[in-house]
């Protein structure tokens, strides 16, 4: 059975790959779209109207077992049906999961891959990824099959769907316990919005001196209805805010109608991640920073002037 089988974590994530997926196949790449689901995994009815002919279910795993014990399981399956192409959600799971399933079948995988494409005529898978920090893009032509790929979470829109679709479902045998086991869960917290499905994103660059004065880019992104996000110093260096905030090549991808970098200087792994965004404005100082470059409108000036003007001007704006 050829085909494109989809794998990640989340519903959003899946119909992300769907619609890549869904493309692929508009484009003339032969078979059909299946999805994995599994207890507590993506709905197999939403993978249905997000695109999957077939939702291949897989069985619960124990307390103590982690998600990446279904990787035999998956592999076994792929060793029997044969797909063209299996494609990950890039987190760290999928990754993992990925690099090991390609492992197992011999096969090849783009990890980070922002693009895909069908050439009908060659019939040739073709992909993209991003090398030297985001300064070069790395074309990639897939001539044997199968072959897998880590999509970051991000890079694709998720398609309209069609509610009248209802796919096929198939289970699988249940995995051999894994030597790996879960000691404890711990739910990670959230900090304000989901950055990377927000419309608006305030970035906090290392142009803030202080962690308390970060108010200033939160209260902007309050008054906006925006998510607050920061670039990799802000997070691993400072530790002013968690790293899931960090916008970059090795954080999230936004994809926002509004980004608005302060104090982000703009170096080419930052950029690397907001290059979805529709519009990009940066405030700094500093008017040779790159971030001004790559931004569509700019304010040269010191943060702690502008960001007080500009909330004040949100507030009259939004006074009776």
């Keep these: 059975m050829a085909g494109i089988w989809i794998f990640a974590e989340k519903i959003g994530q899946a119909l992300e790959l769907l619609e890549a997926g869904q493309t692929l196949i508009a484009a003339g790449m032969s078979g059909e779209l299946a999805a994995f689901s599994w207890p507590g995994g993506p709905d197999p009815e939403v993978l249905g109207t997000g695109g999957a002919a077939e939702v291949l279910l897989l069985p619960p795993l124990a307390e103590d077992q982690p998600l990446e014990a279904y990787g035999p399981a998956i592999l076994a399956e792929a060793r029997q049906a044969g797909p063209d192409l299996l494609l990950f959600s890039a987190t760290a799971r999928g990754k993992d999961l990925a690099a090991r399933i390609a492992g197992g079948l011999d096969a090849g995988l783009c990890s980070g891959c922002t693009a895909l494409r069908w050439d009908s005529e060659s019939e040739t898978l073709e992909m993209e990824r991003l090398l030297y920090g985001g300064a070069a893009v790395h074309r990639i032509a897939a001539l044997a099959f199968p072959i897998l790929a880590a999509v970051p979470p991000g890079t694709f829109r998720p398609g309209a769907g069609n509610p009248d679709r209802k796919p096929r479902t198939r289970h699988l045998p249940a995995p051999p316990l894994s030597s790996v086991?879960?000691?404890?869960?711990?739910?990670?917290?959230?900090?304000?919005?989901?950055v990377a499905a927000s419309k608006i994103v305030v970035c906090a660059g290392r142009g803030f001196d202080k962690r308390e004065d970060l108010a200033l880019a939160r209260d902007l992104a309050d008054a906006l209805g925006?998510?607050?996000?920061?670039?990799?110093?802000?997070?691993?260096?400072?530790h002013w805010l968690p790293e899931d905030l960090c916008i970059g090549l090795s954080g999230i991808q936004v994809k926002p109608d509004l980004y608005i970098g302060i104090g982000v200087s703009g170096q080419v792994q930052h950029l690397t991640g907001i290059r979805g965004a529709k519009v990009v404005c940066a405030v700094n100082r500093d008017d040779q920073a790159p971030i001004f470059a790559a931004a569509d409108l700019g304010i040269v000036g010191d943060l702690y002037a502008v960001l007080p003007r500009l909330l004040q001007a949100l507030k009259e704006t939004a006074s009776p």
């Design 181 to 194: 086991r879960v000691l404890e869960r711990k739910p990670k917290e959230r900090q304000g919005l989901d």
């Design 226 to 238: 925006g998510a607050l996000a920061c670039t990799r110093p802000i997070s691993e260096e400072m």
